[in-house]
């Protein structure tokens, strides 16, 4: 049904009783708040498209103006101290490492150059770098197994020596080349047809669907890692939980649906014995059909700890239970002013928001490599201040706001989690943010295009992943 516009209201068409006439004027001015409220949403989301298509992905603003009413109880958002950096002197390129392998090339004069002298006597040398590259190769290892006529008894039979050229049954790729396969799959993502060409470049013809063969044998012989990883991981003193989409090809189905990727991270450390030790990192991937709060709950079932994820309505029965403590993510918080303030020309609401959130990572951004008391003690004395602040600012400035607007969503969200958010002050080891699980997911969405999953396939995407993403993380 097509919406017509209302007729343009004149002097004649307004009511003559008083009580009518301030009706009339009440409902247009909800009809006014209405149409403002569309209209913000509208171009909220046009800004989106907008900035999706050619804008920057960095969520970063330029320098702005602080705003603010100097009269006005609100507290004012906090100007953000600039880090101090020590004044250096430019050393020029940095060194190469030193554990990498020399190779040797003198130069020496010519015998034109050396015979212009009457006498030469060399004094020294001097020494210059430059770093190398040698590309991959490609080598055959014969496997030669010794056979022998054994006699015993006065039988004889035939012995030969054991071997496993493969970790594959009667494949012919060896352990360092499907390492190399998953290598380039889930941290280069590199698609397998790529793969095939990089292959073929040196002469081997390695067709897509034995590389996929190979992928998936490689996925069932590291599932036997994944109950050990999984343990330790469930151990750890926090958890951080996100998830990220996965297209998922079903049998007799043209075209994909969207499945889900759930990440899960386990770290931090523990104190023995007045000595903090580090719990090592790892992370897990599991692959499911939705995005329902069931998945978290069977997956974390027994864990028993700090639980860093989005306000996600899904964790709600992993926190009724009382042993999983919930700690909310300013990144996400944050996400949802920053959204706002890069549209606007002017800095307003969304903006000083920002400078408020900026102030508490300041803070974190001194005290990073200290010890988890440490970063308590300054979280205590220096974030819950401004904490308190921040949230008077919060309570002040909501009022008024459009209800369905993105302002009043994003400043709806902090008031909501503010416990979750400031969680974070009451335990050293607890981060302010999701971003150490974020960071391992994001390759995921940069690979996205290779990572099609097919419905009897889809255990076996993660299962690797399981592995090197979390040997990735120690490299890092």
């Given at each position: 049904?097509?919406?017509?516009?209302?007729?343009?209201?004149?002097?004649?068409?307004?009511?003559?009783?008083?009580?009518?006439?301030?009706?009339?004027?009440?409902?247009?001015?909800?009809?006014?708040?209405?149409?403002?409220?569309?209209?913000?949403?509208?171009?909220?989301?046009?800004?989106?498209?907008?900035?999706?298509?050619?804008?920057?992905?960095?969520?970063?603003?330029?320098?702005?103006?602080?705003?603010?009413?100097?009269?006005?109880?609100?507290?004012?958002?906090?100007?953000?101290?600039?880090?101090?950096?020590?004044?250096?002197?430019?050393?020029?390129?940095?060194?190469?490492?030193?554990?990498?392998?020399?190779?040797?090339?003198?130069?020496?004069?010519?015998?034109?150059?050396?015979?212009?002298?009457?006498?030469?006597?060399?004094?020294?040398?001097?020494?210059?770098?430059?770093?190398?590259?040698?590309?991959?190769?490609?080598?055959?290892?014969?496997?030669?197994?010794?056979?022998?006529?054994?006699?015993?008894?006065?039988?004889?039979?035939?012995?030969?020596?054991?071997?496993?050229?493969?970790?594959?049954?009667?494949?012919?790729?060896?352990?360092?080349?499907?390492?190399?396969?998953?290598?380039?799959?889930?941290?280069?993502?590199?698609?397998?047809?790529?793969?095939?060409?990089?292959?073929?470049?040196?002469?081997?013809?390695?067709?897509?669907?034995?590389?996929?063969?190979?992928?998936?044998?490689?996925?069932?012989?590291?599932?036997?890692?994944?109950p050990s990883l999984r343990?330790?991981?469930?151990?750890?003193?926090?958890?951080?939980?996100?998830?990220?989409?996965?297209?998922?090809?079903?049998?007799?189905?043209?075209?994909?649906?969207?499945?889900?990727?759930?990440?899960?991270?386990?770290?931090?450390?523990?104190?023995?014995?007045?000595?903090?030790?580090?719990?090592?990192?790892?992370?897990?991937?599991?692959?499911?059909?939705?995005?329902?709060?069931?998945?978290?709950?069977?997956?974390?079932?027994?864990?028993?700890?700090?639980?860093?994820?989005?306000?996600?309505?899904?964790?709600?029965?992993?926190?009724?239970?009382?042993?999983?403590?919930?700690?909310?993510?300013?990144?996400?918080?944050?996400?949802?002013?920053?959204?706002?303030?890069?549209?606007?020309?002017?800095?307003?609401?969304?903006?000083?928001?920002?400078?408020?959130?900026?102030?508490?990572?300041?803070?974190?951004?001194?005290?990073?490599?200290?010890t988890p008391d440490i970063?308590?003690?300054?979280?205590?004395?220096?974030?819950?201040?401004?904490?308190?602040q921040f949230l008077q600012?919060?309570?002040?400035?909501?009022?008024?706001?459009?209800?369905?607007?993105?302002?009043?969503?994003?400043?709806?969200?902090?008031?909501?989690?503010?416990?979750?958010?400031?969680?974070?002050?009451?335990?050293?080891?607890?981060?302010?943010?999701?971003?150490?699980?974020?960071?391992?997911?994001?390759?995921?969405?940069?690979?996205?295009?290779?990572?099609?999953?097919?419905?009897?396939?889809?255990?076996?995407?993660?299962?690797?992943?399981?592995?090197?993403?979390?040997?990735?993380?120690?490299?890092?």
């Amino acid at each position: 049904m097509e919406h017509m516009p209302p007729n343009a209201v004149t002097v004649a068409d307004l009511p003559v009783e008083p009580d009518a006439l301030q009706a009339f004027a009440l409902e247009q001015n909800r009809l006014a708040r209405v149409l403002w409220e569309q209209l913000e949403i509208l171009q909220h989301q046009i800004a989106q498209l907008n900035r999706a298509r050619f804008g920057v992905s960095s969520e970063r603003l330029a320098a702005q103006a602080e705003l603010f009413d100097a009269a006005t109880d609100i507290p004012a958002p906090p100007a953000v101290d600039a880090v101090p950096v020590e004044s250096h002197t430019r050393k020029g390129r940095p060194a190469l490492p030193k554990d990498l392998p020399r190779t040797r090339i003198e130069y020496d004069l010519s015998d034109e150059q050396k015979m212009a002298f009457d006498t030469l006597e060399r004094i020294g040398e001097e020494r210059s770098e430059t770093l190398h590259y040698e590309p991959s190769k490609l080598t055959v290892i014969e496997h030669i197994r010794f056979k022998y006529v054994a006699k015993k008894d006065g039988e004889s039979t035939i012995v030969t020596a054991s071997a496993q050229p493969s970790p594959l049954p009667k494949s012919n790729a060896s352990a360092s080349l499907l390492a190399n396969v998953l290598v380039n799959t889930y941290v280069d993502h590199l698609p397998l047809n790529r793969q095939e060409m990089r292959y073929a470049r040196r002469g081997v013809y390695l067709p897509r669907a034995t590389l996929c063969e190979w992928k998936l044998a490689s996925a069932e012989l590291l599932s036997v890692l994944l109950p050990s990883l999984r343990a330790h991981q469930l151990k750890a003193p926090r958890m951080h939980v996100d998830d990220t989409t996965l297209p998922l090809l079903e049998r007799g189905h043209p075209s994909t649906r969207t499945a889900r990727l759930w990440g899960y991270l386990g770290a931090g450390q523990r104190n023995e014995n007045g000595l903090w030790v580090d719990h090592p990192p790892a992370v897990v991937f599991e692959f499911a059909e939705s995005r329902a709060g069931a998945h978290p709950l069977l997956y974390l079932n027994g864990y028993k700890g700090y639980l860093q994820a989005d306000a996600y309505s899904g964790h709600g029965a992993l926190y009724a239970r009382g042993d999983v403590i919930e700690v909310g993510c300013w990144a996400h918080c944050r996400r949802r002013f920053f959204e706002i303030a890069k549209d606007q020309k002017e800095p307003g609401l969304a903006a000083q928001a920002l400078q408020w959130i900026a102030k508490l990572y300041a803070i974190e951004s001194r005290v990073k490599d200290q010890t988890p008391d440490i970063k308590l003690a300054a979280r205590q004395t220096e974030a819950l201040p401004v904490l308190a602040q921040f949230l008077q600012w919060l309570e002040a400035n909501s009022i008024g706001l459009v209800p369905r607007a993105p302002l009043a969503k994003a400043f709806g969200y902090a008031l909501r989690h503010w416990e979750a958010l400031i969680r974070y002050t009451e335990n050293g080891v607890l981060l302010p943010d999701n971003n150490a699980l974020e960071r391992q997911i994001r390759p995921i969405a940069m690979g996205r295009s290779l990572c099609t999953s097919f419905r009897n396939l889809d255990k076996h995407w993660d299962l690797s992943f399981d592995i090197v993403a979390t040997r990735a993380m120690f490299a890092c």
